[in-house]
T-cell receptor, first 114, second 110 residues
Framework: DAGVIQSPRHEVTEMGQEVTLRCKPI?????LFWYRQTMMRGLELLIY????????DSGMPEDRFSAKMPNASFSTLKIQPSEPRDSAVYFC????????????FGDGTRLSIL | SQQGEEDPQALSIQEGENATMNCSYK?????LQWYRQNSGRGLVHLIL?????REKHSGRLRVTLDTSKKSSSLLITASRAADTASYFC??????????FGEGTQLTVNP
């Protein structure tokens, strides 16, 4: 079984640029989660989807952040315009259940905004 | 705000020894989950324990849950160098999301 696949693994870009992170969840998982991990704030849930529908986006830090899930096998997290404080590791995870089942994480995208 | 807090923040042991990590939380939970994160990788789920369970095992891992003390522990027996990683507890409260603690960095020296 292929796990959760994220791309790119690393992204370095300049402040003000648009950044798009991609995620392919595990087939058959109904829930998809986007997290951000930093030294200062730890692991934070940004948004999650159920059957491609956004359920809770209260963790999205600002309007500069947006996420979509056009189909069951693909999701994007977009930052526009990017700022240096957005530098972090962004993880995508999928699960067959909301929060009562194990979550399966991708290896993350390490984002550096210069 | 953090719901689960791990203790200790860092732990260094010799191969073959047991490692115990603790997690305390503030409010009643539906379940508690332990994850491992190797450097540069995503989190890997280890064990999920529900509020009505007291102990669960998986291979060399043993998790206990004491809801009266609002605490959980993860025991790794006969540790190996490959167990070197960060370990996180995550809690789920009623009507809430999965909230991760800050983690324990475990180093197993060969």
């Amino acid at each position: 079984d292929a796990g959760v696949i994220q791309s790119p693994r690393h992204e370095v870009t300049e402040m003000g640029q648009e950044v798009t992170l991609r995620c392919k969840p595990i087939s058959g998982h109904d829930y998809l989660f986007w997290y951000r991990q930093t030294m200062m704030r730890g692991l934070e849930l940004l948004i999650y989807f159920n059957n491609n529908v956004p359920i809770d986006d209260s963790g999205m830090p600002e309007d500069r952040f947006s996420a979509k899930m056009p189909n069951a096998s693909f999701s994007t997290l977009k930052i526009q315009p990017s700022e240096p404080r957005d530098s972090a590791v962004y993880f995508c995870a999928s699960s067959p259940g909301q929060f009562n089942q194990p979550q399966h994480f991708g290896d993350g995208t390490r984002l550096s905004i210069l | 705000s953090q719901q689960g807090e791990e203790d200790p923040q860092a732990l260094s042991i010799q191969e073959g020894e047991n490692a115990t990590m603790n997690c305390s939380y503030k409010t009643s939970i539906n379940n508690l989950q332990w994850y491992r994160q190797n450097s540069g990788r995503g989190l890997v789920h280890l064990i999920l324990i529900r509020s009505n369970e007291r102990e669960k095992h998986s291979g060399r891992l043993r998790v206990t849950l004491d809801t009266s003390k609002k605490s959980s522990s993860l025991l790794i027996t006969a540790s190996r160098a490959a167990d070197t990683a960060s370990y996180f507890c995550a809690t789920v409260t009623s009507g809430s999301r999965l909230t991760f603690g800050e983690g324990t960095q475990l180093t197993v020296n060969p």
